[in-house]
T-cell receptor, first 114, second 109 residues
């Protein structure tokens, strides 16, 4: 079975541009999580969805960040406008259930904002 | 009270040695304690997990030791191999997963 698929793997863009990160969760999983990983702050949960509905977006750093899940097999994380401090590795993860269930991570998108 | 404190930040162990990573928590409501392993360029992957009703869980060379009264748990890697070189994260949850800061483990051949 395919794992969580993220695209693109790498993104380099200039400050002020819109960035869209994409995620395809594992089929049948009902939870989807977006994380950001940096050396300074480690792994940060940005937002998570249950059955395509956003449940907790308290980790989204500011209004420049938005996430959608239009169906069970696709989610996007958008940054508009992007800033250099948004440079990080962004991970998508999915799970079947939440409490006590393993989260399956994609390989991430390495984002560099110049 | 939601924090999970992980130590050390980095660790170098000789091949064949025992690697030990420690984590501490405050929230006694946590009921699930997983360890994740992350290789460069990859996302974290679940390695082993424990519930607080047992004091130890072993899977191959990997063991979690859990001390409920001290609110601490640790990962032991026996006979450490160069292929174990990775970043290890502990975590704890009741509902939301709270992550430790990670430990970069290097196994020297």
């Amino acid at each position: 079975d395919a794992g969580v698929i993220q695209s693109p793997r790498h993104e380099v863009t200039e400050m002020g541009q819109e960035v869209t990160l994409r995620c395809k969760p594992i089929s049948g999983h009902d939870y989807l999580f977006w994380y950001r990983q940096t050396m300074m702050r480690g792994l940060e949960l940005l937002i998570y969805f249950n059955n395509n509905v956003p449940i907790d977006d308290s980790g989204m750093p500011e209004d420049r960040f938005s996430a959608k899940m239009p169906n069970a097999s696709f989610s996007t994380l958008k940054i508009q406008p992007s800033e250099p401090r948004d440079s990080a590795v962004y991970f998508c993860a999915s799970s079947f259930g939440r409490d006590g269930q393993p989260q399956h991570f994609g390989d991430g998108t390495r984002l560099s904002i110049l | 009270q939601q924090q999970v404190k992980q130590s050390p930040q980095s660790l170098i162990v000789q091949k064949g040695g025992i690697s030990i990573i420690n984590c501490a928590y405050e929230n006694t409501a946590f009921d699930y304690f997983p360890w994740y392993q992350q290789f460069p360029g990859k996302g974290p992957a679940l390695l082993i997990a424990i519930r607080p009703d047992v004091s130890e869980k072993k899977e191959g060379r990997f063991t979690i030791s859990f001390n409920k009264s001290a609110k601490q748990f640790s990962l032991h890697i026996m006979d450490s191999q160069p292929g174990d070189s990775a970043t290890y994260f502990c975590a704890a949850s009741r509902s939301q997963l709270i992550w430790g800061a990670g430990t970069k483990l290097i196994i020297k051949p």
